[in-house]
């Protein structure tokens, strides 16, 4: 591996200064965490370089070869399965000059060359050869290809879920996790067969702050009947319907939240598709047997969830999609669409259609959102507006013990809960110096 | 490399004789012109935001499909865009009515001011085929959206048709494949047909 710098010097903004931005007793939030440079800058280091970040689904990269690429934070990285079978993820990053040594998005390859000076790495990222490699021996006194292999970073799995982080100190995966692998469960362990991505990848571009759509995604119920009913109406029939309040929750560990009820089809009626609402009812014995009746409950229910910082799903609905950070302005968004690997044919394609023509650039749902949040990031760049502190005190109250959901858990759906504890993880990640100063147990 | 060693890029005889393109015969001029009129017709419904009458140019089995692009190495065996990869549209005659049934309500927000949509056809090319009355018609678009004061995103791309004569002698469009050159949709959003 080559030899890395210790950390770059600069103006960072100090904690003191951070925390007077993100007021979490009263829920007030500054939108100057939407637009400044530094603060952008400091989450790409303290946030991309140093968490678990979703990288692929195990099924994109199924045989040795298979390749695609991504980013964590503004880095490329390649995702492989070398011939040992193993998964490794290492920067799209020649270390002789820089270059990227693979443009394709996915594919199978023996190795990846450089364009420039025609250095291949193997599919385990290491230096293979390189033209006029012995005038390198010759005349490098230190010249060892052992040591100039692509940048590597640590894989870990979670039920077919690939994440990777470049942070030697970060904690295991699972800890990352925490509770949440409880509710990740939701989408990811109704079935003995697994879970697979249907191939290809939408990608577009929202000139927002990628923060937005993450905390959309964590716990924004209230925004479904306002901003959706258009949709609702063009998929449903009718617009969205006045949303219970008792029974219904949202939950958070680690700065990664759901919010959800136990209506079993709210979200999958979305897709318009009646055989598919009929999979989830005639599964519900065999959920409930996997996952208890809880989680049977909520397969497909009503609902959102971030997993902290990028990663946001809809459970039922089956979009899987990572907000991607492009400067402080932009958002590139990645939808894939997830289904079980044992699902009939038939079902996966109305899936794939299904999740399409609701939650993609062109779906009646995600067509409002890009416009709300373009512009909840735009009107950051007022002076004035920047000194006006958002409101996110909805449901300061609603903290309350559930004998089976676990991490903390609020009752209501219509409740900032999540958004304070995804905004509380970001804070205490911007004023940690190192993984050791990062507090546990949020 | 010595510039001895450098080859031709192609045998000598295939320079001197490159091999004609094995176009189809062009069809009657009229033709051409009734489809070339249907296509800048419905693109102007759509400028002018008349989707019902737009729905109204579709066969009761219209496939409508714009695949999702990848950027992929030539040696790639899985190809081209294919059917069983995510989609910007793949759809039957139903879902696009529900399409419109969006764009056309009063609470789509996100169309009210309204997004200012402007089609440019050309490149369009006429065959017949072994069906009577079905003509594969390609064409080439360029399509830019205004929104709100200072937003502006543009789409190019080609499309190959299906276009069908139905019983009363009218052209209906049986089938689009749209190809787009942007993978990566340079757009929040993609409120437009094309």
Redesign the interface.
């Given at each position: 591996m080559s030899e890395q710098l210790e950390e770059e010097v600069w103006a960072r903004p100090s904690a003191e200064s951070l925390r007077q931005l993100v007021d979490l007793q009263k829920g007030r939030i500054s939108p100057r965490i939407f637009w400044d440079d530094a603060i952008y800058r400091l989450e790409l280091e303290r946030i991309f370089a140093r968490c678990w970040i979703f990288v692929a689904h195990e099924s994109q990269v199924a045989s040795p070869g298979d390749f695609l690429t991504t980013t964590i934070g503004e880095d490329g990285v390649i995702v492989a399965r070398g011939n040992d079978g193993q998964v490794r993820v290492f920067l799209n990053a020649c270390p002789h000059r820089g270059n990227r040594v693979c443009?394709?998005?996915?594919?199978?390859?023996r190795r990846f060359t450089c364009n420039y000076h025609g250095w291949a790495f193997g599919r385990d990222g290491a230096l293979l050869g390189l033209p006029a490699e012995e005038i390198y021996e010759k005349t490098c006194p230190d010249f060892d290809k052992s040591e100039l292999g692509l940048m590597q970073a640590r894989v870990a799995s979670y039920k077919g879920l690939l994440f990777a982080t470049f942070d030697p100190a970060a904690p295991s995966l699972d800890d990352y996790l925490g509770d949440y692998r409880w509710y990740l469960d939701v989408i990811l362990d109704t079935d003995e067969g697994g879970t697979e991505f249907?191939?290809?990848?939408?990608?577009?571009?929202?000139?927002?702050n990628w923060k937005v759509p993450a905390e959309n995604f964590v716990g924004d119920a209230l925004h479904a009947q306002w901003?959706h009913?258009?949709?609702a109406?063009?998929?449903l029939g009718s617009?969205v319907g006045k949303a219970k309040q008792d029974s219904v929750y949202q939950a958070n560990t680690n700065g990664h939240g759901m919010q959800f009820g136990f209506d079993m089809v709210g979200n999958i009626m979305t897709l318009?598709e009646p055989e598919l609402v009929q999979y989830i009812r005639e599964r519900e014995t065999l959920v409930a047997e996997r996952l208890g009746k809880v989680r049977s409950r909520m397969v497909a229910a009503m609902g959102s969830a971030t997993l902290f910082p990028h990663f946001s799903f809809l459970a039922g609905l089956n979009t899987i999609r990572t907000w991607n950070p492009r400067g402080p302005h932009r958002t590139?968004l990645h939808?894939?669409?997830l289904v079980n690997k044992d699902a009939p044919a038939s079902l996966k394609a109305k899936y794939?259609?299904g999740?399409?023509?609701t939650f993609?650039?062109?779906g009646?749902l995600?067509?409002?959102d890009?416009?709300?949040?373009?512009n909840a990031t735009r009107t950051a760049a007022g002076v004035v507006a920047r000194r006006q502190k958002l409101h996110y005190g909805l449901g300061l109250n609603s903290k309350v013990e559930h004998e089976e959901l676990p991490g903390n858990v609020h009752l209501r759906k219509f409740n900032d809960s999540n958004q304070r504890a995804f905004y509380g993880r970001w804070l205490d990640l911007l004023c940690a110096e190192d993984w050791s100063q990062v507090p546990g147990g949020r | 490399m010595s510039v001895s060693q450098v080859q031709e890029p192609h045998p000598a005889d295939a320079i001197r004789s490159p091999r004609p393109p094995q176009f189809p015969a062009l069809p009657d001029p009229r033709l051409v012109f009734e489809i070339e009129q249907f296509l800048y017709r419905e693109a102007r419904l759509l400028d002018e935001e008349r989707y019902e009458e737009w729905l109204g140019l579709l066969t009761e089995d219209v496939h409508y499909w714009m695949p999702g692009i990848q950027a992929r190495y030539r040696n790639d065996t899985s190809g081209g865009p294919i059917s069983e990869r995510m989609a910007f549209y793949d759809d039957d005659l139903l879902n696009l009515r529900r399409r419109v049934t969006r764009f056309m309500h009063a609470t789509a927000w996100a169309e009210d001011p309204a997004t200012r949509a402007c089609h440019i056809i050309n490149n369009v090319e006429v065959e017949l085929t072994d069906t009577e009355g079905d003509y594969r018609v390609y064409s080439t678009f360029v399509n830019c959206r205004g929104r709100n004061e200072a937003e502006e995103s543009w789409l190019a791309g080609r499309r190959t048709d299906l276009l069908r004569r139905d019983a009363e002698g009218a052209l209906r469009l049986a089938r689009r494949e749209i190809y787009i050159t942007q993978t990566v949709l340079l757009a929040k959003n993609l409120n437009v047909f094309l």
């Open positions: 443009f394709a998005e996915a594919g199978n390859a249907l191939t290809g990848n939408i990608k577009s571009w929202i000139d927002c901003t009913n258009s949709g109406v063009a998929m617009g318009g590139e939808t894939w669409v794939r259609r999740v399409m023509r993609s650039p062109s009646t995600e067509m409002d890009g416009e709300n949040w373009e | -």
